[in-house]
């Protein structure tokens, strides 16, 4: 039997091996056979890492074998040795999963090198200080990624040195004084790990590609994993690849290129570069990088190559590239190319572009733009009147667009706890990392002091949609003091800053934000996604407000209004207190009195917002025991209000107390024990509807929702309460009025006899929050507290209250689906939890053909665009 293949030379590969490969293992075969200038290499599939870690973190023998025989052929290839003291191949390791997650693994370069090596690479190049400096940067990484020592230990003794020579920068260090670095990191190392830095290259490189699976482990892999939605199981290839050099002198360089602008769209090739450095100087912001316009004076040869390569990508791939590249003595090489990362906006406008310079159709252009990137459109932007006497305290570089309002915070741990205590924050670092990706995270906004377009924190609060403003080097931070100063202006943890990722503005005060509305490439986009989906889209609200915001993000009708959310309000409040601390029957109906016109007035508002859309109405679903006041003092002030003694309102209360409220009297079992109730909402929906009808002529069929059924004689039961009422008041105003009552899907039980249910249900509406609880067991206020062991122990990847659990959750939807279809072939099937506004979730709604899908106002435009992914993926027009 043929032994399985885990490492593949570029030249083995195809673009279409992604799963196998890994992005960036597959464009980099992809690239091979367009006949771009790749330094050659292999990649280390993604099954040899699923299987180092099914082997308990050991890459087995055989791997490690055929890892050692595809370095021998690359030798031929390049025509170099590993490990030779004459002409000796050096090579970077790198990560690249199926999908992009930019600096979260780990990458060594300059591998291979070692003390004879490093002498080779001297006398082969002439150029001493070139391999000495390659030769510190390898000891540093390769310390620092796979054998955990600390970097900072070594930028320490790199600036100890600088200082003895009276220096500034790296590069005015010559031969002789890195020869030293070398040294005293080499003791430092040996101090640390109890043994000599590791002069093998082959053992260099098997514990390197070790450390590279390892990081996709990490916690900031496991955090970013989580927020992108991909599965473990996909698992890191790593990349090997012949090394070029941009730090071998004057002629050499490095950069970043975009093919159109990352943050604007706009059709224009975008990079960045720096001469005489390596890559990892561009990204991690050290030293700011000069615009690509300036190599045409540099070198016009390598400028016209450079922009002929990015166009040939560009069309390739359809879409905007991401691009690495070097310039080693004049000769130009690309080391990868991907799908670049971009703002919202961006998405936007490079989608539409697209399919007007005819490089793609509107459905391909559909699936450029991940449906979670909108959210950030949907984010405010500062209040034109109060930027009227906002004043511009330093600029930086606008890397990622939108607006941000917060108290300083100066580390990224420090961000999330105030973020968790509900403070607004701006994150002010000197530059990120990838560990502080939690803190960029929980910050309203990113502002850094060093760092171009293409550093850490751009590219990550790009992907994120969150503002971010870059090397901004007017401010100087002291982390130790808390402070930063900009110009003489002393600013602490407490006091604010505004930041504007669009133009890069910094402002040393607090600036209101407003929400901004679908226009231009957005509207045209979201037309084009309205035009393919045949999954509706409606909102949950519970004012007219939160309708007509809605509608304007393009809801098509109300999904779930839950009603009880009207009684919150402070003068409504008491009378529902009345309602439900009444004695009988009669106390009862006298409280639902007062609150019948407040009802009615509500869904005259929410019907007239809606205009001629559907609405669901719900009733009464929460633990009645919420509305109660817990507080002595105000059992005090409710008693007196209600003509009651003290203690007998508290001892009303205390009867009303429930062990597992959440399981409690609360849904249907309400309106069975009190009929009354849902005579009084039926009242309300049915009367405003007539009133509506009358005033704006508009065509209202009301769809009236029973929570939390388990069984189809409770349905019955309260469905027939309804329909009396509702067609009683339809024949004494002589009105012609159609309604329909429908029920919510949330208890496993009315998924299982669904079928049933169905009998009197016109309508189910997956109320997937509840389901979710009860079919996993967990309580959905307390399952933050533990999931979070369940996500570190990969038991669960994600929240299933936030996407749905397709394979349990999913299975009793789909089943329910089916069960009702059986019963009542044109019975209309939405979902109304959370999970209706999370773009996976979506997916699943349409491939099991439900008609709709409801979520929050701000996710409508998320849950429209997901909808047409779906279609676009599997039609069903
Ligand atoms: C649900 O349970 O999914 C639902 C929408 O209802 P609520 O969140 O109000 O319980
Ligand atoms: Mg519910």
Redo the contacts with the bound molecule.
């Keep these: 039997m043929q032994n399985k293949k885990y490492v593949y030379l570029f030249s083995e590969g195809t673009g279409k091996m992604k799963e196998l490969l890994g992005g960036k293992g597959a464009n980099l075969a992809e690239m091979t056979i367009l006949g771009i200038p790749v330094p050659q290499g292999f990649t280390v599939t993604t099954e040899a890492c699923n299987k180092y870690y099914d082997d308990g973190k050991v890459i087995a023998q055989e791997i490690i074998d055929e890892i050692h025989k595809t370095m021998t052929k690359l030798e031929t290839i390049s025509g170099k040795k590993f490990g030779s003291v004459e002409n000796p191949l050096l090579v970077s390791v790198r990560s690249g999963a199926r999908a992009s997650m930019p600096g979260m693994m780990d990458t060594i370069l300059n591998l291979g090198l070692n003390d004879d090596t490093v002498e080779a690479m001297a006398k082969l190049t002439g150029n001493p200080r070139f391999a000495y400096d390659s030769y510190r940067r390898f000891i540093q990484m390769f310390a620092d990624v796979v054998m955990e020592v600390e970097k900072r230990n070594f930028e320490n003794i790199l600036d100890e040195v600088k200082e003895a020579k009276g220096v500034k920068l790296d590069t005015e260090l010559d031969a002789d004084d890195l020869k030293e670095v070398v040294k005293k990191f080499k003791a430092f190392y040996k101090e640390a790990k109890g043994e000599e830095f590791p002069s093998d290259p082959k053992l260099q490189l098997i514990e390197s590609i070790t450390a590279v699976f390892r990081s996709w482990d990490n916690p900031r892999a496991i955090v970013y994993r989580r927020m992108n939605d991909i599965p473990s199981s996909w698992g890191t290839a790593v990349n090997v690849q012949a090394m070029v050099f941009g730090n071998k002198g004057e002629t050499s360089g490095t950069g970043v290129a975009f093919s159109r602008n990352p943050s604007t769209g706009e059709k224009k090739i975008y990079a960045e570069y720096l001469m005489n450095a390596q890559g990892e100087d561009v990204v991690a912001g050290i030293r700011t990088p000069e615009d690509i316009s300036t190599l045409e004076q540099r070198n016009p040869e390598v400028y016209k190559q450079f922009m002929d390569i990015v166009h040939t990508l560009e069309n390739h791939y359809k879409d905007m590239q991401d691009m690495e590249f070097t310039i080693e003595d004049g000769k130009l090489y690309f080391l990868q190319t991907r799908n670049g990362k971009r703002t919202a906006q961006a998405a936007l406008k490079i989608a539409v572009d697209l399919v007007e310079e005819g490089m793609c159709t509107k459905e391909e252009a559909i699936l450029k733009v991940d449906p979670k990137q909108l959210d950030s459109l949907l984010h405010p932007a500062f209040d034109a009147a109060d930027m009227k006497a906002a004043k511009v305290i330093a600029k930086g570089l606008p890397a990622s667009p939108g607006a941000a309002c917060g108290k300083i915070t100066f580390t990224a741990e420090e961000a999330k706890e105030r973020a968790e205590k509900g403070e607004k924050v701006v994150l002010v670092r000197l530059e990120t990392s990838p560990e502080d990706i939690e803190g960029m995270v929980a910050a309203e906004g990113i502002l850094t002091v060093r760092g171009g377009m293409t550093s850490h924190a751009a590219v990550v609060a790009r992907g994120m949609g969150t503002c971010c403003v870059a090397g901004c080097g007017d401010l100087k931070v002291n982390e130790e003091a808390k402070t930063v100063e900009v110009n003489g202006l002393v600013l602490g943890q407490n006091d604010y800053l505004s930041i504007d990722g669009s133009t890069g503005n910094v402002y040393g005060q607090a600036i209101k934000t407003v929400e901004p509305e679908i226009t231009g490439y957005f509207g045209t986009f979201m037309a084009w996604a309205d035009e393919i989906r045949t999954l509706k889209v409606r909102t949950?609200a519970d004012t007219p407000r939160d309708a007509q915001q809605a509608v304007k993000f393009g809801a098509e009708g109300i999904g779930?209004c839950?009603t009880e959310h009207m009684f919150f309000d402070e003068n409504r409040i008491s009378a529902m207190r009345e309602m439900i601390v009444a004695k009988n029957e009669a106390e009862r109906r006298k409280a639902l009195e007062k609150l019948l016109p407040m009802q009615r007035e509500d869904f005259e508002g929410l019907y007239e917002a809606m205009e001629y859309r559907p609405v669901t109405i719900?009733f009464l679903?929460?633990p009645l025991h919420e509305f109660l006041p817990h507080e002595d003092e105000d059992i005090r002030a409710l008693a007196k209000e209600m003509g009651l003694t003290f203690e007998e309102l508290k001892a009303t209360v205390e009867s009303l107390h429930e062990f597992n409220p959440m399981m409690g009297h609360r849904g249907c079992r309400l309106a069975v024990s009190y009929p009354e109730i849902a005579e009084m909402q039926t009242r309300a929906v049915i009367e405003a509807a007539i009133n509506v009808k009358a005033r704006k002529g508009y065509n209202i069929v009301p769809e009236i929702m029973i929570?939390?059924v388990g069984e189809v004689k409770e349905l019955k039961y309260v469905k027939d309460v309804v329909t009396r009422t509702a067609d009683a008041i339809i024949k004494e105003k002589g009105v012609d009025l159609k309604y329909m009552v429908g029920t919510?899907i949330?208890i496993p039980r009315a998924a299982l006899t669904a079928d049933e249910i169905a009998k009197e249900a016109e309508f189910f509406?997956?109320?997937?929050?509840?389901?979710?609880?009860m079919t996993f067991g967990f309580s959905?206020d307390d399952a933050g507290n533990f999931l979070k062991h369940y996500y570190d122990k990969k038991i669960y990847e994600f929240d299933p209250f936030a996407k749905l659990d397709q394979t349990g959750v999913g299975q009793l939807v789909q089943m329910a689906a089916e069960k009702g279809k059986a019963t009542r072939p044109n019975i209309k099937l939405g979902?109304?939890?959370?999970?209706g506004g999370d773009p996976s979730s979506v997916e699943f709604c349409h491939n099991i053909g439900l008609n709709y899908v409801s979520c929050s106002p701000f996710r409508v435009p998320v849950a429209r665009l997901a909808a047409a992914h779906a279609e676009v993926k599997n039609p069903r027009k």
């Design positions: 949950n779930l839950r719900r679903d929460p929570p939390l919510m949330e509406s997956f109320g997937t929050n509840d389901l979710t609880q959905r979902i109304c939890g959370e999970h």
